[in-house]
C-alpha cells in the first residue's frame, strides 16, 4: 500500500510549521539553562549517605555562604552540585561543610572551568554545527550535479540544511521546557547529540533523495511529483525500521543508565523521530513544493 505523503504535503507542512512554532516559542519563554561548559562555573559530585533531599543539601551550601548554588540528584544517594567558579580552598571548605552536616560524604568528581573558557567553547559548538550543516549541504548538492532537471542541485543540498534546522530546533525547544521543569543543562554532551542527530537524519534524507535520483534518471513518464511519491514510499519502510531499531536501543539506556546520562538518551530520541519525520513528510514534500513554485515562474 502506497500513502499519499506528498500529495496531503500541505498538512505536514501546517504541523511542521507549529512544531517550529511551538519550539521557538519555548526557547524565548523558557530559555537555554547552560552547563558549566559554557558558563564557567564548578561542578561537585558526592555521595551522602544519610537520606536527605537536594533541596535539603542545596540550603546546607547556602548556609556555608555559597549563594546561588544548584543541587540536583544523581541515582540514589548522588548529589551534583553547581556553583560559580571555586578555588581549591573554597572547594575543600565546601567540602568540610558537608562533612559536618552529614555522615559519609565522598567525592565523586570536582570540575571547575573559568568563564572565558566557557564563552569560547559554546562559540565553538555553535560554529561547529554551523559548518557540519554548510559543509553537508556542499557535499548534497555536489552529488546530487548530475541531477539538474526538475529540480536543481543546489536545491537538494538546500532543502537538506532547512529540514536539518528544523531537527535540531524542535529537540532544543523540547530540552528548553526540561531544563524549566526539570532543571537540565545544555553542556558538552547536549552538543554531541546534536552532532548525532544531525548525522542520523541526514542520512537518513540522502537516502530517500537517492532513491528520487535514480528514478528520475530512469527517464521515466511519471511526474515529478509522483516520481517523488514513489521514491519515499519505497524508502519509507527502511526509515521506519532504522529508525525503531535505534530507537528501541536509546530507550534501554534511558530507563536504565545513570541520571547524567538520561538527557543525553532522550535528546538522541526526540531527534531521531523528528529526524525521521522531516525526511519523509517533509523534505521530500518541500523538494516538490519548491519545483512546482519554479514551475509557475517563481525560481
Known sequence: M?????HTRNIWFALSGALAVVSILAIIIFGLRFGIDFTGGSLLEVTITDSVTAEEVRSTIQEAGYEG???QTS???GYIVRTSDLTQAEHQSLINALDLKYADIEELRFDSIGPIIGTELRRTAIFGVVLT???IGLYVAWAYRGVSKPV?????????ILASIFDVLVPVGIFA???EILGWEIGATFVAAVLTILGYSINDKVVIFDRTRE???KGSSMTFEDTVELSV????????????????????IFLFGGDSTKPFALTLMIGIIVGTYSSIFLASPALVAWERFGRKGGG
Do not use: D
Open 2 to 6: 502506497n500513502l499519499r505523503i506528498i
Open 75 to 77: 541515582g540514589e544517594r
Open 233 to 252: 514510499n519505497q524508502t519509507l519502510a527502511r526509515s521506519i525500521n532504522t529508525g525503531a531499531a535505534t530507537l528501541l536501543a536509546l530507550l534501554t
Open 133 to 135: 550543516l554548510f559543509l
Open 215 to 217: 528514478n528520475l534518471l
Open 152 to 160: 536543481a542541485a543546489w536545491k537538494y543540498g538546500a532543502l537538506t
Open 69 to 71: 548554588a544548584s543541587v
Open 177 to 179: 521546557i526540561f531544563g
